[in-house]
């Protein structure tokens, strides 16, 4: 799937070197179909990094995606580059004020587990967000704490802060295979995650709202959604690179944090020997299973019809 990007975004000329398909506007308008329009709300700190994990799982498709970059207003991290932001992203009130709908919503995890949601200074307009996507956007995907903030707010599921870090990569088992999210799956994943909460299985399925379809014995839910597939949860992070678990290692160790290695990740179990990249297929057939089947094969052509 081409990904429709501007050029100049630095992850559009990451994504070129590695032989990724990106286009550009003036190729886009060439071609007779709608672009599946998605919106990515990215809350992490290294916004190039994960706009770039992002949109090369977006791409591995037949489909065009118009990609539309969000940032929250009511908060900007010291991190990000003022300068980024304002040529490449958009605010959520940007958009719904020019009545904008969106085949998908990607929301993205955030290092604010250990946060009260409340005291989240952008929970008010994540709120706003999700309230919104009911009406304006088909099907919403919520990544690690987006998951658990997602989780909290529509079917209030609090979480619960584990005594020792989620931090490491996870075998799931896939629950339902008749499920179209995880058609084409082994029966076994890996995964990696990174979190100090989590959302209990039994709380979630005490719920009756929402379908657990893979799971680990030791870092709990992996992929969750809801009936109608239109609100999709994954509490891990898949989208991370070889050594992106390395480097929140090494920036929790010289913050001073009581952490342990990432577990199953290290090669021969050396800190520094980065582990070959295992979990990339899996997540790309999720990406792909939910453009297809949550999004392109039930959102309507016309876009403003989504209600």
């Not at 990432?262 to 979990?279: C, D, F």
Request: charged residues 25%; contains cysteine; hydrophobic residues 40%.
């Amino acid at each position: 799937m081409p990904v429709k990007v501007p050029l100049s975004l630095p992850s559009a000329q990451l994504l070129t070197k590695e032989n990724i398909f990106i286009m550009d506007s003036a190729r886009a308008v060439s071609q007779e179909i709608r672009p599946l329009r998605i919106a990515v709300l990215n809350l992490m700190p290294n916004k190039i990094d994960t706009e770039t994990q992002l949109l090369r799982l977006l791409s591995n498709n037949p489909l065009q995606v118009e990609v539309v970059l969000l940032r929250t207003a009511s908060y900007n991290p010291k991190s990000a580059a003022r300068e980024h932001l304002e040529a490449f992203y958009r605010t959520f009130e940007e958009v719904k004020s020019e009545s904008m709908k969106f085949d998908g919503l990607i929301v993205t995890g955030a290092p604010v587990e250990k946060l009260k949601y409340e005291d989240v200074a952008y929970w008010e307009e994540l709120k706003s967000i999700m309230d919104w996507a009911e009406h304006n956007v088909y099907s919403s995907m919520y990544i690690c704490w987006a998951a658990q903030a997602a989780m909290f707010y529509l079917y209030g599921i609090e979480k619960k802060v584990v005594p020792q870090k989620i931090f490491g990569i996870f075998e799931s088992k896939v629950l339902d295979k008749r499920n179209p999210l995880v058609r084409g799956f082994d029966d076994y994943f890996a995964a990696p995650h990174s979190r100090h909460t989590q959302v209990d299985a039994s709380d979630v399925r005490k719920c009756g709202m929402v379908d657990i379809l893979a799971e680990s014995e030791e870092a709990g839910i992996y992929l969750a959604a809801d009936k109608s597939l239109r609100k999709v949860f994954v509490f891990g992070h898949g989208e991370y690179d070889a050594d992106t678990l390395h480097n929140e290692y090494m920036r929790d160790l010289s913050s001073g944090a009581d952490i342990k290695p990432p577990a199953h990740y290290y090669l021969n179990g050396e800190v520094g020997k980065l582990p070959r990249l295992s979990w990339r297929a899996h997540e790309s057939l999720l990406i792909s299973n939910w453009l297809n089947y949550c999004v392109y094969q039930a959102t309507p052509y016309d876009i403003e019809t989504i209600k």
